[in-house]
């Protein structure tokens, strides 16, 4: 698994370190917008690529508890 990323209001994608099947990230404003896809090789050099996705980073509403 190789990930690829491209942050919002940049020109091209990068390699991500990400090499695992899942991407994790901590959402934060910085990480609105970000684009990413994996490209899948297998042990036989037979790659595959995924759809590109992009994260959207909503804000979470706060609960107010009072007693």
């Given at each position: 698994?190789?990930?690829?990323?491209?942050?919002?209001?940049?020109?091209?994608?990068?390699?991500?370190?990400?090499t695992?099947?899942?991407?994790?990230?901590?959402?934060?404003?910085?990480?609105?917008?970000r684009?990413?896809y994996?490209?899948?090789?297998?042990a036989h050099?037979?790659?595959?690529?995924?759809?590109?996705?992009?994260?959207?980073?909503?804000?979470?509403?706060?609960?107010?508890?009072?007693?």
């Amino acid at each position: 698994y190789q990930w690829y990323i491209k942050n919002d209001g940049a020109s091209k994608y990068s390699k991500s370190s990400v090499t695992s099947a899942t991407y994790s990230v901590k959402m934060a404003d910085k990480a609105h917008g970000r684009r990413l896809y994996c490209v899948i090789t297998d042990a036989h050099g037979n790659k595959v690529t995924t759809e590109t996705v992009t994260l959207i980073c909503t804000e979470v509403p706060q609960a107010i508890i009072a007693d």
